[in-house]
Structures are given as C-alpha cells and as structure tokens.
C-alpha cells in the first residue's frame, strides 16, 4: 500500500485556473493508493468546494486534517460543518477528516490517527513573545480567534492553548484504541509540528518568539509520555503549517516529517509512504 502526501496545497491561492487543473490531473494520475493531507487545503468559504475536487479528481480514499487557514474568513463551529457535510455527500471511505474520523485501520498493524492541531502558544517565549499571527486578524482571520483577540491578547492565548490541549487529548484517545486493536505502527497526521526539533521556519529553527505559533507543544508532550509508556509502537507524525521540509526522529520510536511547500505555486508531492 502506497500513500501520497501534501501538505498546505492553499488552493485558493494558486495563480489561475490552469495551474488548478494542472494540480487535479497530477492528482488523478498518481500511483498512490491513498492521499494525506495535513492542513490549510483552503478557507472556510471555499473548503467544501476545494475537498469536493479533491475527492472526484483522486477517487480514492483522502485522510484529512484542517490547518488554521482552512478556518479563515469563518467561524470555527460553520467550517466544520461544511467539512461533515462534504463529507457526507462523497461516497463513502473517500474523504476521512481524521479529526472525527480517527481511527482507522490500514493494513496490517498500521493505523493512522489525526486531529486538526493547532498551535498552543506554550512554546518559547509563550504569551511574552510580540510576534503575532494574521490568524486573529479582523479582516481576514478566524472569527473566534478574532473575538477572543478584542479581548485581549491574554485571552487569546487563552483560547489557542485550549485547542491545543484538544488536539492532543482526542489524539491520545485515538492512539490508546488503536494499540487495543493491535497496531504496531500509527500515523499521526496533524497540522502544527508537535516537537521544536521538528519547527523550522524559512530554512532556519523556529526562533523563540515564533515558537508559540509554531509549535503544539501540548501535543508533543502527550507524545513523549505515550512513547514512554508504549516502547514497542512505532509513532510517525507527518505535520505542515512552516512550510520546512523537516524529518527528524525526536525520540526512539517517534519521528515527525514536516512537510515542504510554496505559497501560492503548485501543491509539493512529498516522498510516498510505503504502508
């Protein structure tokens, strides 16, 4: 079993129509026997539209997080609705968002898990740092990041630690029932990099000041006790959102592949993975 894998494709952002086009042929055309995706696919107006695509041009099963511009533009609770009801409308087994979906068996003793993730602002300079993210910006970000933001920037770290937190709480719910059904080896897909080894941002380590927007340090420390507890389960998390092409093996039987992308050019095929 072969599986592709992009990440941050930002399809609403690709030139033209022609380059669209060009990105579906590729996709139908691929050898692969599944497709991941980790994250910002679209934004919320379009995200029904751009899985729709992605769903009849691949024809085989997709399994799906949402990165943090996939809720731009929206409210977090109506792009997830849109997300279910694509869902829905897809014949069934095509479209998995793993975030609800999770988990699922693949073949033999490997299982792949996910949950959206996001970034939990624990990392690095933490509330401290004065960087910033467009994420809660009024014009174009994510509502309820936006509202929480009126209410001050401690509320809003607030907020981002609780979907952090989330995150990692459902991944570990979905991890532990995985093992109950005997899986050896389990994909974790998820859109912020769980580790600061796995952070890079332009080609260099993710700076202290970023690092509470680039890391889901919530989700990297439920890793860690579950490796711990769980020696003989092999754990490789394939995560987007810096964009740094990173692969790394931050603990024994933990490694995190972060994907490499352009912004606004034709999605990046990352090396298949072989099940």
Same mark, same amino acid.
């Given at each position: 079993?072969?599986?592709?894998?992009?990440?941050?494709?930002?399809?609403?952002?690709?030139?033209?129509?022609?380059?669209?086009?060009?990105?579906?042929?590729?996709?139908?055309?691929?050898?692969?026997?599944?497709?991941?995706?980790?994250?910002?696919?679209?934004?919320?107006?379009?995200?029904?539209?751009?899985?729709?695509?992605?769903?009849?041009?691949?024809?085989?099963?997709?399994?799906?997080?949402?990165?943090?511009?996939?809720?731009?533009?929206?409210?977090?609770?109506?792009?997830?609705?849109?997300?279910?009801?694509?869902?829905?409308?897809?014949?069934?087994?095509?479209?998995?968002?793993?975030?609800?979906?999770?988990?699922?068996?693949?073949?033999?003793?490997?299982?792949?898990?996910?949950?959206?993730?996001?970034?939990?602002?624990?990392?690095?300079?933490?509330?401290?740092?004065?960087? /910033?993210?467009?994420?809660?910006?009024?014009? *174009?970000? @994510?509502?309820?990041?936006?509202?929480? %933001?009126?209410? +001050?920037? =401690?509320?809003?770290?607030?907020?981002?630690?609780?979907?952090?937190?989330?995150?990692?709480?459902?991944?570990?719910?979905?991890?532990?029932?995985?093992?109950?059904?005997?899986?050896?080896?389990?994909?974790?897909?998820?859109?912020?990099?769980?580790?600061?080894?796995?952070?890079?941002?332009?080609?260099?380590?993710?700076?202290?000041?970023?690092?509470?927007?680039?890391?889901?340090?919530?989700?990297?420390?439920?890793?860690?006790?579950?490796?711990?507890?769980?020696?003989?389960?092999?754990?490789?998390?394939?995560?987007?959102?810096?964009? /740094?092409?990173?692969?790394?093996?931050?603990? *024994?039987? @933990?490694?995190?592949?972060?994907?490499? %992308?352009?912004? +606004?050019? =034709?999605?990046?095929?990352?090396?298949?993975?072989?099940?």
């Amino acid at each position: 079993m072969k599986l592709d894998w992009i990440t941050d494709p930002h399809l609403d952002h690709l030139p033209d129509e022609k380059d669209l086009i060009k990105f579906v042929q590729r996709l139908h055309d691929r050898d692969s026997d599944g497709l991941m995706i980790t994250g910002d696919i679209a934004e919320s107006p379009t995200i029904y539209e751009f899985l729709g695509l992605l769903s009849g041009s691949y024809q085989r099963p997709i399994y799906f997080v949402l990165g943090n511009h996939d809720y731009y533009k929206g409210w977090m609770g109506e792009t997830k609705q849109k997300v279910r009801e694509v869902c829905k409308a897809v014949p069934d087994g095509i479209l998995n968002w793993m975030t609800e979906a999770g988990p699922l068996h693949l073949e033999g003793d490997t299982w792949i898990v996910g949950h959206d993730g996001w970034y939990d602002g624990q990392a690095g300079h933490g509330v401290q740092s004065k960087l /910033g993210m467009t994420d809660a910006l009024p014009t *174009h970000g @994510v509502f309820d990041l936006c509202e929480a %933001a009126q209410l +001050g920037k =401690l509320n809003l770290f607030l907020l981002i630690k609780k979907l952090g937190m989330l995150g990692a709480a459902i991944v570990d719910q979905q991890l532990h029932f995985a093992i109950d059904k005997g899986a050896k080896r389990i994909f974790i897909l998820t859109h912020v990099p769980p580790f600061w080894e796995a952070s890079q941002f332009r080609g260099k380590p993710t700076s202290a000041a970023f690092a509470p927007f680039y890391i889901n340090k919530s989700m990297g420390d439920m890793l860690e006790v579950f490796s711990e507890q769980h020696p003989e389960v092999q754990l490789e998390v394939f995560a987007g959102h810096t964009h /740094g092409g990173v692969e790394v093996e931050v603990l *024994h039987n @933990v490694l995190v592949r972060v994907g490499s %992308a352009r912004y +606004g050019s =034709l999605p990046i095929f990352q090396a298949q993975v072989e099940v």
